[in-house]
């Protein structure tokens, strides 16, 4: 069976930046609080009229850039959102059509934070079945339409973009890009991370979660290293999804990896649920911590209580 | 276990975890007024503690455990 790899990859971050001095305005937080106990500086809020769909097309278009193919050559789009505004149309057939990708199989998938990385695996399953040649995988997020602005336990912390990876075949004889996916759920859980009626606001037993992640993903993270036959460290970088710095940092020290490779995009980007991992790639590129052709780890992991992590080779 | 393996074994994991140095790990010592550790830092200490000692501290009672005595006093109740 042939191998999948990603080909390029890009990110959209809306253009309204929110300080933490400026949300210590409107609830009773401070920046030296929020930058202690999230790592976060700065986040980015998009516009009222902006939406899933725009910033999805905005980083498709990026990672469509960055792969060399043409819109004709993707078959199928897959965009990871817990947080689109209406439940039909899906955000995937907009998308593609606005990117002029000519009726791909289009559609979107919920798995929260850990969307990108389940998404990132269907696509690959998808080439290598053959039921797809190259798959445009976007994970795209307005948390902040589902915040409650009073709340200061979840306003500090959410926040909007996209992010998108073109995943394809490796060549023959090339060694596949993308390791076998583990994933997994814990529904025991599924109160620990919330959003309650139509347009409830979302709600996370903060101390609960914190504990589930710097615990049981380590060991998720390291079974995925092993099915790609890989260590952590082999792994030049670190992308987990960009919960809280907290907690990245505690799963990178568990598995022994150095700060300098772990990826921390959330400090001036926010949680942006499964936008949160293709950004950091972006992220990582630009500050030019990437080294291509070598393997990276991501792992996702959120509400449902939900969680995938697979490495992949750095395009 | 003696309390005053406990403690060290505490102090070396607060030391990973916090970086604040061994030495300062007194079993007087506060976490929050006098060690500056949050709750999020005790969650991590809590579960290192987990491992080392093979006791398990669940949040409920970790919001009770104010000094390092008292969790040196916790895990040798529970070991």
Redesign the interface.
Known sequence: MIGTKILGFGGYQPDKVVTNDDLAKIVDTSDEWIR??VGIQSRRVARDDETVEDMAEAAGAKALAASGLEPAEVDLVIVATCSPVVPLPNVAATVAYRLGIPAPGAYDLNAACAGFCYALSAASDAVRAGSARNVLVIGSEKMTSWIDWTDRSTCIIFADGAGAAVVGPSGPGEPAGIGPVVWGSAGDQAHKITITGRTGALTQDG??V??WA??AMAPVALEACRRAGVTPADITAFVPHQANL?IIE?IA?RLGIPRDRVADDIIHAGNTSSASIPLALSRMAEQGRLQPGTPALLIAFGAGLSYASQVVTVP | MTDQEILSGLAEIIEEIAGTPADEVTPAANFVDDLDIDSLSMVEIAVAAQDKFGVEIPDEQLKDLKTVQDVVNFVSKNS
Do not use: C
Request: glycine share 0%; aromatic share 10%.
């Open positions: 202690s106990r101390q609960a914190f504990r710097t615990t907290r505690a020290r």
